[in-house]
């Protein structure tokens, strides 16, 4: 059950918005709890990190706290730290291209992206939003290494991060023609369409109606909005002989049309 104090908190920062909290409020889960025990299992102390980026679209639960340096002293290394926010569905997708151009300027060798949804709020959104279905965390280790050919297997088999993009002011009706643009302008592997498989987030997925030529499409049903597609990755990787694969979302609030290709073994 949250404090009294803090559901006040809460009341104070929503009601310029014209929202009020729910009958029911008694605080939600927080990141920085979904988090430090799943960055300590990815990452043992003799292998610290360099930076952690942290991304989430539902708000935490601890307004007060800054969670990515609470995380900060969770992850070996103590890594500089920083949040990626209001960017909807699109914060993994940045995070992401933050952590590759980090780990391309050569400052940063390791990067780990950590990030986070939970299914409750304790007020109404001003705007329409997709709420996930369940708490939910996804963690990733970047590490920087010299880029194979294309198809070819990065350092321990590790897939490969290919391209990563976030296309703002894409109106829903252009989406299927952006994307296919897109999926064509990527460098993947040269393999059989059996082994491209082409992840369609829950806000990408109505937009395109069957498979993408050249690809299998995965299309992901509503429930985890910022994590889902994650999920599919790590799945993917666990795969032996996986091809490539290609992660796609949208975000219809924001017009974010968002892109990411890996190349496995």
């Known amino acids: 059950m949250a404090h009294p104090a803090f559901l006040e908190l809460i009341g104070d920062l929503v009601r310029p918005y014209g929202v009020s909290l729910r009958p029911d409020a008694n605080g939600g889960h927080s990141y920085g709890e979904m988090l430090a025990g799943l960055i300590g299992d990815l990452l043992p102390p003799a292998q610290p990190a360099d930076m ?38 699109a914060a993994g997708f940045t995070a992401l291209r933050l952590a590759r151009d980090y780990a391309v300027s050569g400052d940063c060798r390791r990067v780990l992206v950590a990030l986070a949804e939970q299914a409750r709020l304790d007020y109404d959104p001003p705007a329409p939003a997709s709420m996930p279905a369940r708490h939910a965390a996804f963690a990733m280790l970047c590490d920087a290494h010299p880029i194979p050919a294309v198809g070819g297997p990065g350092k321990d088999g590790a897939p490969v991060l290919g391209a990563v993009r976030v296309l703002p002011g894409v109106a829903a009706g252009e989406v299927p023609a952006t994307l296919h643009r897109g999926l064509a302008d990527l460098p993947v592997a040269e393999t059989g369409e059996e082994k491209r498989s082409l992840v369609l987030g829950e806000g990408l997925a109505p937009l395109v109606r069957g498979d993408v030529p050249g690809w299998r499409s995965v299309p992901l049903p509503p429930g985890q909005p910022l994590t889902g597609v994650w999920r599919e990755l790590a799945a993917w990787a666990a795969v032996p002989d996986r091809g490539s694969l290609a992660i796609a979302d949208y975000d219809p609030a924001l017009r974010y049309l968002c892109l990411a290709a890996f190349a496995g073994t």
């Open 52 to 89: 952690l980026i942290l991304g989430f679209a539902v708000p935490d639960v601890w307004p007060e706290r800054a969670t990515a340096t609470f995380l900060s002293h969770a992850c070996p290394g103590s890594p500089l730290a920083f949040t990626v926010c209001d960017q909807g569905c």
